[in-house]
């Protein structure tokens, strides 16, 4: 059964750099897109961005300027970089395994194992 | 932010059928498949349907996908108490090099 666990400070200095790594058991990291989604409290979704096996990235472009991804398939790994916060930025972060394929044209997207979440706040 | 959008409530008496519906365009549903997440209070989001109307293994049969043009729809028959929770369509939209997009959310309340 495959897990995902963030993990990272909880708290966060507004114009600091947020940092989470999520970890991923019972699967292999190839093949697969690795996601960060985040909610502010009492709100919706937001897609951040994914990170593939090799590197290759695709980031939110309202948050473009600001995310960095990595990964390490060694410890199966994958990391999140945000930097210059603000308050705007306090929610609960998730990571999750993401599939894409084709049907008939269509591109099949979709995020089938989830990590927990963490909450990360800004403030000083 | 949210670029699909879905009514904020959504309500039924156990049994009913309720039905969802998600708003885009052609840059996303128009020309991608919807996936729709059940997210319980407190919890992570879980896939419900993915590919418009295909469910996960260990998902229930009551819960069914349809997509139309640029619209897409989760439908819950036989509605129960476990079904309280916010659901989030999703899509792949091709604008602005390609992003991944939710639904504004819907409360599904079980009266």
């Known amino acids: 059964q495959v897990q995902l666990q963030e993990s990272g400070p909880g708290l966060v200095k507004p114009s600091e750099t947020l940092s989470l790594t999520c970890s991923v058991s019972?699967?292999?990291?190839?093949?697969?897109?690795w996601n960060w989604i985040r909610q502010p409290p009492g709100k919706g979704l937001e897609w951040i961005g994914y990170?593939?096996?090799?590197?290759?990235?695709n980031y939110n472009p309202s948050l473009k300027s600001r995310v960095s991804m990595s990964v390490d398939t060694s410890k199966t790994q994958f990391s999140l970089k945000l930097s210059s916060v603000t308050a705007a930025d306090t929610a609960v972060y998730y990571c999750?395994?993401?599939?894409?394929?084709?049907?008939?044209?269509?591109?099949?997207?979709?995020?089938?194992?989830w990590g927990q979440g963490t909450l990360v706040t800004v403030s000083s | 932010q949210s670029v699909l959008t879905q009514p904020p409530s959504a309500s039924g008496t156990p049994g009913q059928r309720v039905t969802i519906s998600c708003s885009g365009s052609?840059?996303?549903?128009?020309?991608?498949?919807v996936n729709w997440y059940q997210q319980l209070p407190g919890t992570a989001p879980k896939l419900l349907i993915y590919?418009?109307?295909q469910r996960p293994s260990g998902v229930p049969d009551r819960f069914s996908g349809s997509k139309s043009g640029t619209s897409a729809s989760l439908a819950i028959s036989g509605l129960q108490s476990e079904d309280e929770a916010d659901y989030y369509c999703?899509?792949?939209?091709?604008?602005?090099?390609?992003?991944?997009?939710f639904g504004t959310g819907t409360k599904v309340t079980v009266l």
């Open positions: 052609s840059s996303n549903i128009g020309s991608n498949t």
């Open positions: 990170i593939d096996y090799s590197g290759s990235t």
């Open positions: 019972g699967g292999s990291i190839s093949d697969y897109y």
């Open positions: 590919s418009n109307n």
């Open positions: 999703a899509a792949w939209d091709d604008s602005l090099n390609g992003r991944g997009v």
């Open positions: 999750a395994r993401g599939r894409a394929t084709y049907n008939y044209g269509d591109y099949v997207w979709y995020f089938d194992y």
